[in-house]
Every structure is written in structure tokens, then in C-alpha cells.
């Protein structure tokens, strides 16, 4: 009973702080594009670096763009492009997954090699190679990352079938004459769904992650796009004389992560997920 009660105290915490940071960035999102509508593309040196103001709630860059403006629409571009690539993966690996797990033999034997080769190295090492290979380009770093990330959902997919596959009920519907495609849409895809939800929340971060660093070392978004990462790199030989315009992206990117693992918290409560998911 007490821990029932502690996880639903963790729940209302989780999205207490999931809903007010969300209405935060709707209403500053609001105030910047309704009322101030900057271009955040557009060059002004006569502005340049000024300080937090009603017109600059967020003070001005070192070519005189607004700062505020640049940071919500990295947040399009930054967040955007991270659930892109994380729906791309899913796309990819629930598929693989359940072919594997289900059909077994050969096929699962050949999926299994690919993953081994795929886990070998660490995931940002791997997007890295893959980065530098393709060249610079946030197309060609989204590419990456879904190479990257596709395995790990096809492998969670594949053991969740196998786990389900042998049990009493899978084996009563064989006898009962139900057919491979009823048996996963009844009984393996909604056991399916929860572990993939609650990997993908939690991988969002992630992903959000790889794309601002990959973006802060030239590998990602290119200049001028207002892309998290790319905003922190910009920044860097501003960082004595005002340290603010890379306190603002890199805050961005903490709440991002953060709400992404509250999330995944949520969801994995709700679904009652085994640990196994997170590693």
C-alpha cells in the first residue's frame, strides 16, 4: 500500500513539473511570436550583445538577433529534428524486432549479428564516424543517429516477443486456430507498445543530446540555423564578456532532457515496465 501510494505522489510530481514547464515555454513562445515577431535570421550590428529588455527579453547575439527568438525556434528545429529521428528508429526497429522474435531461425540469427556489430561501440561514437563519413549537415546527423538507434528498439521488440511467444495464452490461441497477425495484434503488440514508449521517452534526451553536440563541433545544424548546439558554439568566444547566450541554449537543453526522463519515469510507472528498458 505504501508504495502504491509513493509512485502515485511520484506521478503528480512528475507531471506537476512536466505541465508547468511546458505552459512556461508555450507562454514565452507566445509573447515572442505574437508580439515581438523578431527575424531571427537577420543581421543588425548596431544591436549587437545588448542586454534583456522588453524588446529583447533575452538581450541580442553578437549579430544582433534575438536571442529569445533564436532559442524558441531551436527548439522547432532542436526538439523537432530529435523526435524525427526517434520516429524514424521506431519506424524501423519495431519491425525488424517483431520478425526476428517471431519467426526465430535463421533470420533472427542474421538480425542478431547486425546488432552485435551495431553495439560493439558506444552510440555517440558510432554517430560520429557515421557524421564525419556523410560530411557536416543536420540531414546527414539525423542519418546517423537513426543507424544508431534502430537496434536497440528492434532488439527490445525481439526479446519482448520471445518472452511473450512462449507463454500459456500464445500457445492456447495457436490451438485455438488464431492466425500469426491476430496473435500480434492481440497479444504482442500491446506488451510492445509499453516498452517502446518508455524507451523512446527516455532516448529522446538522448538523441536531443547527440544532435547538440554533434551541431557544437560543426557535425549538425549549420550556421545560421538556430539550432541549440549550433547557439552554444556561437557563443563560445563570448563566454567572458557575456556568458548569458550560452547559459540560455545549455538551460534549454538541461529542461529538454529533464522533462524527456520525467516522462519516462510516468510512462514507465503507468505501463509497469521492468528496469531492463532503461539499459
Known amino acids: 500500500m505504501e508504495l502504491v501510494i509513493k509512485r502515485k505522489s511520484k506521478r503528480r510530481w ?11 515555454v508555450l507562454a514565452a513562445a507566445a509573447y515572442t511570436f505574437l508580439i515581438l515577431k523578431h527575424d531571427p535570421s537577420l ?7 545588448l542586454p534583456a529588455s522588453l524588446e529583447h527579453p533575452l538581450g541580442t547575439d553578437h549579430l544582433g538577433r534575438d536571442v529569445s527568438t533564436r ?12 523526435l524525427l529521428s526517434l520516429f524514424a528508429a521506431v519506424i524501423i526497429g519495431v519491425p525488424f524486432g517483431v520478425i526476428a522474435g517471431f519467426k526465430g531461425g ?63 495464452y500464445v500457445t492456447a490461441a495457436k490451438i485455438n486456430g488464431l492466425r500469426p497477425l491476430g496473435i500480434m495484434r492481440k497479444h504482442l503488440f500491446p506488451h510492445i507498445i509499453g516498452n517502446v514508449l518508455v524507451l523512446a521517452s527516455l532516448d529522446l534526451g538522448k538523441i536531443i543530446l547527440l ?19 549550433a547557439m552554444l558554439n556561437d557563443a563560445r568566444p563570448y563566454f567572458q564578456s557575456n556568458m548569458l547566450l550560452m547559459i540560455y541554449p545549455g538551460l534549454a537543453i ?26
Open 106 to 168: 535463421l533470420i533472427d540469427r542474421i538480425f542478431m549479428r547486425i546488432a552485435d556489430a551495431f553495439l560493439a561501440f558506444p552510440d555517440t561514437i558510432v554517430a560520429i564516424v557515421l557524421s564525419g563519413l556523410l560530411g557536416p549537415g543536420i540531414e546527414n546527423l539525423l542519418l546517423a543517429i537513426v543507424l544508431v538507434k534502430w537496434v536497440n528498439y528492434a532488439r527490445l521488440v525481439r526479446s519482448t516477443v520471445i518472452t511473450e511467444h512462449r507463454k500459456d
Open 43 to 49: 543581421v543588425n550590428l548596431e544591436e549587437r550583445l
Open 14 to 24: 512528475g507531471m506537476t513539473i512536466l505541465f508547468t514547464v511546458m505552459a512556461t
Open 71 to 82: 532559442l524558441l525556434l531551436g527548439a522547432k528545429l532542436t526538439v523537432g529534428y530529435g
Open 254 to 279: 538541461a529542461f529538454v532532457v529533464l522533462l524527456s526522463n520525467i516522462l519516462g519515469d510516468y510512462l514507465r510507472d503507468a505501463f509497469d515496465v521492468k528496469k531492463e528498458v532503461e539499459s
Open 211 to 229: 544532435i547538440s553536440s554533434l551541431s557544437y563541433i560543426g557535425l549538425g545544424a549549420q550556421p545560421p540555423a538556430p539550432e541549440w548546439g
